[in-house]
């Protein structure tokens, strides 16, 4: 069965970073789309980064995609050896504040390239990301 477990969330004042690790298993696609969403209470989940897997390589157009908020600050990468997916979190501020789950679409463009309502196959448990001032 297909599990993404994610790792990395912690408490950090703002302007610092974290790391957020997503592994997946479960699974042999390498074409894929695999993401991070955040969710505060009471706001519906926003995508955040997305990238493609598949390709060996090959540039996509919207792979990676970010998320407004997050351009310039937060970095996506994956390593596909390890069916690992990052997400890099640089100068957080406090808006950052949420709990960020991994997403996956398995063989599929799925979310990729900003299509955040196209609902992700797969998810998460998430993980807790605070950022104070």
């Known amino acids: 069965q297909v599990q993404l477990v994610e790792s990395g969330g912690d408490s950090v004042q703002a302007g610092g970073s974290l790391r957020l690790s997503c592994v997946g298993s479960?699974?042999?696609?390498?074409?894929?789309?695999m993401g991070w969403f955040r969710q505060v209470p009471g706001k519906e989940r926003e995508g955040v980064a997305a990238i493609y897997t598949g390709g060996g390589g090959t540039y996509y157009a919207g792979s990676p995609y970010y998320a407004d908020s997050v351009v310039g600050r937060f970095t996506i990468s994956q390593d596909n050896a390890k069916n690992t997916v990052y997400l890099q979190m640089n100068r957080l501020k406090p808006e950052d504040t949420a709990i960020y789950y991994c997403a996956a679409d398995l063989g599929d463009w799925g979310f990729c390239g900003g299509n955040w309502y196209d609902p992700p196959g797969y998810w998460g448990q998430g993980t807790q990301v605070t950022v104070t001032t």
């Open positions: 479960g699974y042999t696609d390498e074409n894929n789309c």
